[in-house]
């Protein structure tokens, strides 16, 4: 009988673990910040589709701008303006020349209300989305594909978002 008990145990916590798992499988801040964005569009009746290799730009723009932060000179710009560098655009493998991109940032802040906490994503969302921006380049821009990144600039957490093509009309 402990036999059976133990072995029924076992295989609550198993189907209890499954469960959970299958309900978890895209979570993530950066996950929902996404999903908004494209709800954005959605409402507008426009595509807009994230592209793993602009989340990777976007990562590398954020480190190139996370190394620059370090140097003396550039301790008075603000990110924007550390994301739009020259050396920095061509630190992460950006050809100003020939691709353009709309940069945007906002701080991964702490909330302390458990109920503005909720809506994190989406207020983060409307930041990115149609808060204060920047362009890079000046080529020719692709049908509205965006990239998301999440890192440290200056020892402070950051989401970054690189975007091709035209910015949503604001509601």
Known sequence: MKLFKKLAAAMLVAALAL???GCGGRNSLTDQIKDVIADFYAMEDKDVTNKKELDALAAKLM???DKAAAKPDNKDKTVL???ID???VKAAGIDAATETYRVSA???YKLLSSTVSKEKAWLLAVELADGENEIIGS???KPNSYGL???KINGKEYFVMLMNGQ???RI
């Open 19 to 21: 469960t959970m798992v």
């Open 139 to 141: 080529g020719n821009q």
């Open 63 to 65: 480190a190139a701008a």
């Open 106 to 108: 906002v701080e991964n």
């Open 149 to 151: 990144a999440m890192g």
């Open 81 to 83: 303006e550390l994301l």
């Open 86 to 88: 020259k050396e920095v």
């Open 167 to 169: 910015p949503r009309d």
